[in-house]
């Protein structure tokens, strides 16, 4: 795993409005960090909420043009180098969301819509709302994956 925002910064916002604690990292794989676009942090003053919003933008052009994603799973054999202290708990974290994005075949969903996109030169709104419904579900699955693993 690598940090997703060592190249786009140097300094880095509290994770709090009213903390003093810098965000230390966003690991990703080594080989999803070849997609990173642009990476981030809004200081928690200038969101909705009291903790800062981090993003990153992936070349899903790229991304999904690739025949298999499977080596950029930091839970793959070949990405075992975790920065975690406790190993099991992320292996266990990603084996779970695996199961649970593959039982609903996100991948092949968001391939399918990127090519959509590309064959007609533009997306519709019914495909924006299926990337953001896709989007959702995913953050579904990575919340529930977090209660499953405490």
Known sequence: ?????DEFFTDRPATHVNGSKQIDQISVSRGLANYIDFAFILDPSHGAGDHSY?????????LTSRSNLRDLDPGHVQNRNLISTDVKAS???LAILLKMNDGHNIQFRFQE?????EKHNR???????????????????????????K
């Open 123 to 149: 997306c519709s709104d019914d495909d924006f709302r299926l990337f953001h419904k896709l989007s959702d579900l995913l953050y579904k699955h990575a919340k529930q994956a977090e209660v499953d693993c």
């Open 54 to 62: 981090v993003g990153i933008d992936l070349n899903l052009s790229s």
């Open 113 to 117: 819509l990127w090519q959509i996109c």
């Open 91 to 93: 292996q266990a974290y």
């Open 1 to 5: 795993m690598v940090d997703a925002f």
